[in-house]
């Protein structure tokens, strides 16, 4: 007589590993648009998202959202939520916004791994979005 023998899945002992992170947001940045978003009653958050346009290819776009979308992708941080469009989330992942101000103007800025390149005014950058490699590998 044979005795079962039970086998576990390598999925099973393996701990679920951490989705990278899409989006972060600066102290700066953070206190900064809550700071806005004080004085906008009825936002739940900020959009983010990507458009064609520029001399570089795309542009950022940001708009004050009053309702999250069914298919938002929902960053929070730094008590700030952030609703990134689903169409954006390749272009933004593992970007840093900031806040910056210098003597001639303020701005939010994104630190994006994923840019390329920008044209000379700052307006428009060329993104390349990220792969199931680059995805694969920020996974660990």
Same mark, same amino acid.
């Not at 060329?126 to 680059?134: E, F, Q, R, S």
């Given at each position: 007589?044979?005795?079962?023998?039970?086998? @576990?899945?390598?999925?099973?002992?393996?701990?679920? #590993?951490? #989705?990278?992170?899409?989006?972060? $947001?600066?102290?700066?940045?953070?206190?900064?648009?809550?700071?806005?978003?004080?004085? !906008?009653?009825?936002?739940?958050?900020? #959009?983010?998202?990507?458009?064609?346009?520029?001399?570089?290819?795309?542009?950022?776009?940001?708009?004050?959202?009053?309702?999250?979308?069914?298919?938002?992708?929902? $960053?929070?941080? !730094?008590? $700030? !939520?952030?609703?990134?469009?689903?169409?954006?989330?390749?272009?933004?992942?593992?970007?840093?916004?900031?806040?910056?101000?210098? !003597?001639?103007?303020?701005?939010?800025?994104?630190?994006?791994?994923?840019?390329? @390149?920008?044209?000379?005014?700052?307006? @428009?950058?060329?993104?390349?979005? $990220?792969?199931?490699?680059?995805?694969?590998?920020?996974?660990?």
């Amino acid at each position: 007589m044979t005795t079962p023998t039970t086998t @576990s899945s390598p999925a099973a002992s393996t701990p679920a #590993r951490a #989705r990278p992170k899409l989006m972060s $947001v600066t102290d700066v940045a953070a206190e900064r648009l809550k700071a806005i978003m004080a004085g !906008k009653p009825g936002v739940v958050g900020l #959009r983010l998202g990507i458009k064609k346009g520029g001399c570089a290819g795309m542009e950022y776009t940001m708009t004050w959202a009053e309702t999250q979308d069914r298919f938002d992708e929902v $960053v929070e941080d !730094k008590g $700030v !939520k952030l609703l990134i469009e689903p169409t954006a989330i390749m272009y933004l992942l593992g970007t840093e916004m900031d806040y910056k101000t210098d !003597k001639l103007s303020s701005q939010f800025v994104f630190n994006n791994p994923n840019q390329k @390149s920008a044209c000379g005014c700052g307006e @428009s950058v060329n993104l390349i979005p $990220v792969g199931k490699d680059a995805l694969d590998a920020m996974k660990g």
